[in-house]
């Protein structure tokens, strides 16, 4: 079965350490997408790529970082730069414009 | 402004009843209009995509105003089940997706 596949789903970070987020998804899309959800809040994007070797800032981009080196792989890092990163952080995807919004199960990052 | 607003709600019915809500939009040049259900603590999950002429779905009912730059939704018959977070997801030409911040509606037996 297509979809995007998201790891790790619980992670926990010091203070001052680099985390990499996975997504990835076989459903052969070109746009990927990340967001982040604090509790009651809507979602937020951080990063967005729309082809491969090409991405551009969301609208709280500052403290992540992304690569989007191949089709069915988008990452995220949360650097130390990010001093609130506890969140809930959701990838997406979407084929042709306005098409259905795929999305990964999430994953929940805490700061120790 | 916000390129997409909510009415955050609550929104605390009775099963049986009708529940209706809109999310506005600021650009004129959005081309794709959705609604997602999310669940506490779960990915958002398609409810159901807008179409200029409306369409419905079982007991939801969606609309587009174009002139006025909004969505609706409207649930009838509320079930326990309805109870959730609902999303208006607005798509423009450059693959840019914005999100409300989500309705939240809570049934009670």
């Known amino acids: 079965d297509g979809g995007i596949t998201q790891s790790p789903k619980y992670l926990f970070r010091k203070e001052g350490q680099n985390v990499t987020l996975s997504c990835e998804q076989n459903l052969n899309h070109d746009a990927m997408y990340w967001y982040r959800q604090d509790p009651g809040q809507g979602l937020r994007l951080i990063y967005y790529s729309q082809i491969v070797n090409d991405f551009q800032k969301g609208d709280i981009a500052e403290g992540y970082s992304v690569s989007r080196e191949k089709k069915e792989s988008f990452p995220l890092t949360v650097t130390s730069a990010q001093k609130n990163p506890t969140a809930f952080y959701l990838c997406a995807s979407t084929g042709t414009y306005g098409n259905t919004i795929y999305f990964g199960e999430g994953s929940w990052l805490t700061v120790v | ?109």
């Open chain 2, 1 to 109: 402004r916000k390129e997409v607003e909510q009415d955050p709600g609550p929104f605390n019915v009775p099963e049986g009843a009708t529940v209706a809500f809109n999310c506005t939009y600021s650009n004129s040049a959005s081309q794709s209009f959705f609604w997602y259900r999310q669940d506490c603590r779960k990915e958002p999950k398609l409810l159901m995509s807008v179409y200029s002429s409306g369409n419905e779905d079982g007991r939801f009912t969606a609309q587009l105003n174009r002139a006025s730059q909004y969505i609706s939704l409207l649930i009838r018959d509320s079930k326990l089940s309805d109870s959730a977070t609902y999303l208006c997801v607005v798509s423009s030409n450059d693959y840019k997706l914005s999100f409300g911040a989500g309705t939240t509606v809570t049934v009670r037996a």
